[in-house]
């Protein structure tokens, strides 16, 4: 088994019931099922955190896409460093942040990016971790790469916590991934619908009705 290998989460054998795990009163009715619960993702991120130092060859500048990933983020940077302080791989790290979005409702529209070229030009020389949620359909990290390439980083190597099984993807496959999971819209640990559900620990399925009840109304 490769460790690199995702956990393919499937959707028949891994729906966990609403009342088996806290949720907050106010997502209950807008949410199908707990699909990981927070203890599974944090225990996948030590791991990917280990991997990362590993196969590391020199200070990384870890770069968060947010604001998804600012919870894997923190979890991960949180875990290389206690890593770090355990064995006798030392890997200095500097921390990034890229603002990234592409999402409303659900249909992805043009993605925008808020790095300027003076920010970009800090990426020269250096080894990069791009730091994202979820791959969905691949559109924006493809992007997101493209530009970063230009400025001649040594490396860029991309984590993403989930990637989705679906139609839609244009087959990209980051370089350390936490979880594979099924076409449906997650949201949960910093991942949102419309700015909503980033309180949530787990990551879940949203329901018919939370996505009513919470979509931008024009
Ligand atoms: N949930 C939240 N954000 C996303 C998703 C998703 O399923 N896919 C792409 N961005
Ligand atoms: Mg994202």
Redesign the pocket.
Known sequence: MDPKKWIDVNSESFQYSLDHFVIPDHYEDALSSVLIPHGVIMDRVEKLAKLIVQESTGPLVVCCVLK?GHQFFADLVNYIKKNVTRGNKTVPLSLEFIKVKS?SNETSGDVKLSLTDEECKEFSGKNILIVED?I?TGKTMVQLLAKLRKYNPESVKVASLLI?KTPLSNGYVPDYVGFAIPNA???GYA???NEYFRDLDHICVINDHGKEKYAIKN
């Open positions: 998804g999402y979820i969905d989705k819209f997650v949201v991942l949102d619908y």
